[in-house]
């Protein structure tokens, strides 16, 4: 297992283990995201935040998901401000079809991580597509079963 990674787990990665089961996928990733917030406690992997995932999470209705993600986020071992160069960042991805608050938790992963981790599979996809992206975007299963080794 590779050590000592910067993963940066956006909000919706962060609330998958909340989420209810409603097919195998969603199963998975909350398996995949339960797996890598152990590694994260166990300090294999550093943990990076932003105050834009501060922002999503006091934003969540469901008190249940947003104390978990609080939580979590409490514990990050990097954090990342939005600045106006990440600002100017995020309008560049925007112009590339990627909405603005995904925009900037990108940006942020790129200043701050090694790994931006996200079920969102549009945007992968547009990240996928993109050449000058400073950090690799990647759904968490895809992301255990090539860090972890399973």
Same mark, same amino acid.
Do not use: Q
């Given at each position: 297992?590779?050590?000592?990674?910067?993963?940066?787990?956006?909000?919706?990665?962060?609330?998958?283990?909340? +989420?209810?089961?409603?097919?195998?996928?969603?199963?998975? %990733?909350?398996? =995949?995201? #339960?797996?890598?917030?152990?590694? &994260? !406690?166990?300090?294999?992997?550093?943990?990076?935040?932003?105050?834009?995932?501060?922002?999503?999470?006091?934003?969540?209705?469901?008190?249940?998901?947003?104390?978990?993600?609080?939580?979590?986020?409490?514990?990050? +071992?990097?954090?990342?401000?939005?600045?106006?160069?990440? %600002?100017?960042? =995020?309008? #560049?991805?925007?112009?590339?079809? &990627? !909405?603005?608050?995904?925009?900037?938790?990108?940006?942020?992963?790129?200043?701050?991580?090694?790994?931006?981790?996200?079920?969102?599979?549009?945007?992968?996809?547009?990240?996928?597509?993109?050449?000058?992206?400073?950090?690799?975007?990647?759904?968490?299963?895809?992301?255990?079963?090539?860090? =972890?080794?399973?």
């Amino acid at each position: 297992m590779e050590r000592d990674l910067k993963l940066y787990l956006d909000s919706c990665v962060l609330s998958r283990p909340l +989420d209810s089961p409603l097919n195998e996928e969603i199963r998975l %990733e909350a398996e =995949a995201v #339960e797996r890598i917030l152990d590694e &994260i !406690s166990k300090r294999r992997w550093k943990l990076v935040s932003s105050d834009v995932l501060w922002k999503e999470a006091e934003a969540i209705k469901d008190s249940d998901k947003r104390f978990m993600v609080e939580g979590v986020l409490f514990y990050a +071992d990097i954090y990342v401000t939005v600045t106006p160069e990440r %600002e100017r960042r =995020a309008r #560049e991805l925007v112009s590339r079809g &990627i !909405s603005y608050f995904d925009a900037l938790h990108v940006v942020c992963a790129e200043d701050g991580a090694d790994i931006f981790l996200t079920v969102d599979k549009r945007l992968l996809k547009k990240l996928g597509n993109l050449n000058n992206l400073k950090v690799t975007a990647m759904n968490p299963v895809e992301f255990w079963r090539k860090y =972890a080794g399973n």
